[in-house]
């Protein structure tokens, strides 16, 4: 079984650990060039769905690992932005970078209310980011 398809099975342990895996071999060289947009837009699919927080937590890194190394970026944006609402602390950190250096309109008003978290890493990134703002 592939580690997409061991992301995608539910039944499968540790499937933040499979994330991560697939997030080095990225990062290494290990998948080529043109698999790596197929690969990541499945991955998108599930960012929206997932439940399980060290999953998502462990996709959003990996986004914005591809994010910075300017793969799809403008879907990996989207997606930052449509789930925003469902991530918990471990996924805005994250998420808060990807949607500060973008080009949207509405960023300041997606962004502002995290400079008043109650969480410290949140509130953290958000200040780390206030000059795009």
């Given at each position: 079984?592939?580690?997409?398809?061991?992301?995608?099975?539910?039944?499968q342990?540790?499937?933040d650990?499979?994330?991560?895996?697939?997030?080095?071999?990225?990062?290494?060289?290990?998948?080529?060039?043109?698999?790596?947009?197929?690969?990541?837009?499945?991955?998108?699919?599930?960012?929206?769905e997932?439940?399980?927080?060290?999953?998502?937590e462990?996709?959003?890194?990996?986004?914005?690992?591809?994010?910075?190394?300017?793969?799809?970026?403008?879907?990996?944006?989207?997606?930052?932005?449509?789930?925003?609402?469902?991530?918990?602390?471990?996924?805005?950190?994250h998420?808060?970078?990807?949607?500060?250096?973008?080009s949207?309109?509405?960023?300041?008003?997606?962004?502002?209310?995290?400079?008043?978290?109650?969480?410290?890493?949140?509130?953290?990134?958000?200040?780390?980011?206030?000059?795009?703002?």
């Amino acid at each position: 079984m592939n580690l997409i398809s061991r992301i995608f099975d539910k039944t499968q342990p540790d499937r933040d650990l499979i994330v991560d895996e697939l997030g080095d071999r990225l990062v290494s060289g290990g998948v080529s060039e043109k698999d790596r947009p197929e690969i990541i837009r499945s991955l998108l699919t599930l960012v929206l769905e997932e439940a399980d927080f060290t999953v998502l937590e462990s996709l959003c890194n990996l986004l914005a690992s591809e994010y910075d190394a300017n793969i799809i970026r403008d879907e990996i944006l989207q997606t930052m932005v449509e789930a925003l609402p469902k991530f918990h602390p471990g996924c805005l950190v994250h998420a808060i970078p990807i949607i500060a250096r973008s080009s949207l309109d509405n960023k300041k008003e997606l962004l502002s209310p995290f400079l008043a978290s109650t969480n410290v890493a949140v509130r953290a990134a958000a200040e780390d980011i206030r000059q795009y703002l």
